[in-house]
């Protein structure tokens, strides 16, 4: 049994304490600890983006990051894009050009797009096609989302 | 005043976007990985670290001591029954393991950590056994038996014939003979596997299940438990993807259920990323030799195959793939006499399952890379030689498939000219004659596939319960499964277009195999065809009943009306005569008369069972594409460039924009995987590289430009004329990459994948122009 860690972080704009083994990783804790089930764990060894969360403005793999080292940071989650206005313009055009299929990687793919277009507001395709590098999608082959990051980047 | 209501704009053919996408968009589905059901446990499996051994002894002792551990199966204390195609495998291995996948117990747990120190501690004693891993070697005299029922290792064997192979030889002016070698690849599904299982009080089982066949999952998996399948309710959570490795039922699914029973609480069994790479099924490897003849004027004589499919340690679909692979070996082009002998030996490397193309990736590869040699052995360009023999609408396969449309030459044509094909391949082909690093290349591939379901069982139906409620809304009870691939959009966009309301107000219902009427399952590229001409048809019977009330109601005859934008209407001005909710609810609350708009439908569609020999015309439909690879590849470093695939493809009808596109696309990824850069690679039984880091997927930076033609022949028998689509775009990229890198530096790949270190193998080793 590992020790337990008393950590503070916001999450979406909201202060959290929660306790945490120290070997726990922040993939677990948020989904497990805080039930925000959005990020998912498909491989657990930061190979394929389906875990990224946006910490204090980097995305990151969830699942390689320990529980501990959120501690004192800003971190933003799926469940926390969607405005009172309704869906972020990322999302929005997710759907609307058909970027999601199964949806396993969609959560991980928004925020990392997120991050994207906050460093890059007007990629080259290619520059969005690498921004997506580390994000796996078996279900769309990419072209979807690609157009829809376009849109979003071009409006 | 009248209300005039206008026509509005049709969804057949929309970009329509996917009912389910908002919520997933906002993380917000829940996905079967993400469900905790009160008081569940969660489990894992043991597996064995041998390929082939006697078990000895299997102690649980210290294992079940470890706190929090509330359940442990093994062979000794759970069902005997057994799972699989052939029923070969006991999901927990007692007497011997066969492959390095194999269970030996199954542990649940109050939490993964406990579970995971129990794993450790189980201890198993082994006598390894003598091992075979290459299918031929498994067929010699002598080699390790693996099943002891199972004289001679051999599993399920396909054999067709027809004509006078022999004859059509001696005649033929040209005749190629190649051998073949066909990888293991995975579907590395997003999404995990995962198994809830559920008992209530009475003994009934609740699974919830990742599966794309639910109804006759229940057949298969009940043999396993000791329960009768009318037992089992099937209910399908979200799922993070399938592509065929979901149907069949496999042993982590029974574990669980026996783990659920012994700790009467719900039972979480899950994979590890690893654990999918090892322990969920491939697509079936093949060796294929192949010998075709034409004569000099590029008429093809014949084709002789003989395949050898590497079984492994038990039979899933894997071994059945001939039955797929055989008609585009045998009926993809015009083949007057063929030969087609299959036969899959049990082997102690892990087993295969179905995976999107199921065979035909493997037989397109093969013969549209055989059908490129040969036309260079006749001294015919690549497009020429295959409109030669090209099969015209209306003609019959030797297996009898009925091509009522073909679109093939009219695929071949269209893709060939969009691309400027014949030019560039001429200009590529000469190029290789002066040096230069970076060359480019362009290929062509084509192939054939069932587009109108595939009547593999007595029934290839789909049923359909339609209700309407008193709001004029529908409710769709399907028992097509959605596995992420967009049958959600199609059918709301049938029902909604026939009944003339919004798709807001159309809700599919498809998770409950208590609810749900009887479907085959997601397989075959079957579900917009077959789920949809059950919705459709179910739609029309609603739209009758209703229609038939106001006419009674409104004196103006029912076939003067239809049903337009919540309204039904006069046909001929759009006169309002009833809102349709109104309509309903004085059909519903009429008293004695009283009607509530309820239909049901089970639509079979007319095709037919294979004989004995093969012979059936198994599909209603049959689809064909041609699809064109222009690359470049990089001499010094094999690294290859894919610039652009060009897809034509015999759609019959889109319906949904935004689907077809994303199932062309998706599809065209796992194709480009298939020959550029996924393998799984499996030495002495052993899985080398179980994770995304060493198994290539394609990622976003190695897509090409895709563009897709869709020829739209409206097929007859098709909902507003479709045929299914989704797997040729998974089939054809592989071989027409393998032809556009021969255009380029003008070797063969008979071994995808075709991955950098063996294209700079080949070109040191002197097979071609040396690299500059
Ligand atoms: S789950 Fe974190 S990168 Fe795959
Ligand atoms: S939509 Fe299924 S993995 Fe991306």
Not at chain 2, 94 to 112: F, Y
Not at chain 2, 159 to 183: N, P, R, T
Request: proline fraction near 6%.
């Amino acid at each position: 049994m590992s020790a337990k860690i008393d950590i503070e972080f916001t999450v979406n704009g909201a202060v959290k304490q929660v306790t945490v083994p120290a070997t726990a990783s922040a993939l677990d804790m948020l989904r497990d600890q805080l039930d925000l089930k959005g990020a998912k764990e498909a491989c657990g060894e930061g190979e394929c983006g389906a875990c990224t969360v946006i910490v204090d403005g980097v995305s990151v793999c969830s699942c390689l990051s320990y529980a501990v080292d959120f501690d004192g940071r800003k971190i933003e989650t799926i469940e926390g894009v969607q405005s009172d206005e309704g869906l972020d313009p990322i999302q929005q055009a997710f759907v609307d050009y058909g970027a999601v299929q199964c949806g396993y990687c969609t959560p991980g793919m928004v925020m990392q797009v997120k991050h994207t277009l906050d460093k890059n507001p007007n990629p080259t395709k290619e520059e969005i096609q690498r921004g997506l590098e580390g994000n796996v999608c078996r279900c769309t082959g990419y072209s979807k989302i690609i157009d829809a990051v376009t849109e979003v980047a071009s409006s | 005043m009248d209300q005039i209501v206008e026509k509005p704009d049709t969804l057949i053919g929309a970009a329509f976007p996917k009912p389910d996408a908002p919520d997933k968009v906002v993380g917000k589905t829940t996905y079967i990985n993400d469900m905790v059901l009160p008081r569940m446990l969660v489990a894992k499996i043991k597996r064995t670290d041998r390929v082939h051994a006697k078990i000895l002894s299997v102690d649980i002792s210290e294992a079940e001591k470890v706190p929090g551990i509330v359940a442990i199966a093994t062979a000794e204390n759970s069902p005997k029954g057994l799972i699989g195609v052939l029923k070969d495998n006991p999901p927990l291995k007692g007497d011997k393991v066969r492959c390095i996948r194999d269970e030996i117990a199954g542990v649940a747990g109050e939490t993964e950590e406990a579970v995971n120190r129990a794993l450790e501690l189980i201890k198993v004693e082994y006598e390894d056994l003598p091992t075979v891993f290459d299918p031929e070697e498994a067929l010699k005299e002598g080699a390790p038996l693996i099943h002891e029922d199972k004289p001679g290792n051999i599993g399920l064997t396909f054999d067709f014939e027809h004509g006078d192979v022999k004859k059509a030889e001696a005649e033929s002016d040209v005749v190629l003979e190649e051998k073949y070698e066909l990888h293991y690849v995975t579907h590395t599904c997003m999404g995990p596997g995962c198994v809830i299982a559920d008992f209530d009080t009475h003994g009934k089982l609740t699974i919830y299940t990742q599966t794309q066949y639910p109804y006759n999952y229940k057949m298969d998996l009940a043999p396993a438990l000791d329960i009768p399948a009318g037992d089992i309710r099937v209910i399908q959570p979200p799922t993070g993807g399938a592509f065929g490795s979901k149907l069949d039922v496999y042993p982590f699914e029974p574990i669980a259920v026996y783990l659920a029973k012994i700790a009467r609480r719900p039972v979480k069994l899950f994979f590890s990323r690893e654990e999918e790479f090892i322990a969920s099924p491939t697509r079936q490897p093949a060796r294929v030799y192949i010998k075709q003849g034409a004569k000099k004027d590029g008429t093809i004589t014949f084709r002789d195959v003989q395949v050898y499919l590497n079984n492994g340690g038990y039979t899933s679909w894997g071994a059945t793939i001939p039955a797929v692979m055989m008609r585009t070996m045998t009926g993809h082009f015009r083949i007057p006499n063929v030969e087609f002998h299959s036969v899959a030996p049990y082997t102690n490397n892990p087993f295969a399952g179905s995976f999107r193309g199921y065979g035909n990736v493997q037989a397109t590869y093969v013969t549209a890379t055989l059908m490129d040699k040969m036309a260079e052995e006749l001294g015919m360009d690549p497009i020429e030689f295959r409109l030669k023999n090209a099969q015209e609408p209306g003609e019959r396969t030797p297996q009898n498939s009925l091509l009522k449309n073909a679109a093939l030459a009219d695929c071949i044509k269209i893709s060939a000219e969009k691309t400027d094909f014949l030019k560039k391949h001429a200009e590529y082909t000469e190029a290789r004659k002066t040096p230069g690093r970076i060359r480019q290349g362009i290929g062509i591939a084509t192939s054939v596939h069932n587009a109108g379901g595939a009547k593999i069982h007595k029934s290839d139906g789909c049923g359909t319960i339609l209700t309407m409620d008193d709001y004029g809304r529908a409710t769709v009870i399907t028992g097509a499964s959605e596995i992420g691939q967009g049958i959600d959009a199609v059918i709301t966009q049938l029902v909604s277009e026939e009944l003339g309301i919004p798709p807001s107000d159309v809700l599919i219902a498809n998770d409950d195999s208590a609810i749900g009427p009887w479907d085959v399952g997601v397989h075959a590229s079957r579900t917009t065809f077959i789920a949809g001409n059950s919705a459709r048809n179910a739609a029309v019977k609603a739209k009758q009943q209703i229609l038939a009330a106001a006419a009674r109601q409104s004196n103006v005859s029912a076939d003067k009306l239809e049903l337009r934008g919540g309204h039904v209407v006069q046909k001929d001005n759009g006169v309002s005569v009833t809102k349709l909710d109104r309509l309903i609810r004085a059909m519903h609350f009429a008293g004695e008369d009283a009607e509530l708009v309820m239909v049901s439908e089970y639509y079979e569609p007319p095709s037919e069972l294979e004989d004995k020999n093969h012979v059936g015309d198994i599909s209603a439909a049959y689809a064909h594409g041609a699809y064109i690879t222009e690359l470049e590849v990089d001499t010094l470093t094999g690294g290859v460039k894919l610039h652009k695939i060009t897809a034509v493809q015999d759609v019959g009808k889109v319906i949904n924009k935004l689907g077809i596109e994303g199932q062309m696309e998706g599809g065209i990824a796992q194709g480009i995987g298939y020959g550029l850069s996924e393998e799984l690679i499996i030495e002495e039984g052993i899985v080398k590289n179980p994770n995304f880091r060493d198994y290539k997927v394609v990622t976003a930076p190695e897509m090409p430009e895709i563009e897709c033609h869709f020829i739209e022949d409206d097929e007859e028998t098709g909902p507003f004329g479709a045929k299914g689509i989704s797997e040729l775009p998974c089939i054809i990229p592989g071989a027409s990459i393998a032809n556009a890198v021969y255009n380029a530096i003008g070797v063969r790949f008979d071994n995808p994948p075709i991955t950098p270190e063996k294209i700079v193998r080949a070109l040191h080793g002197g097979k071609a122009e040396a690299a500059e």
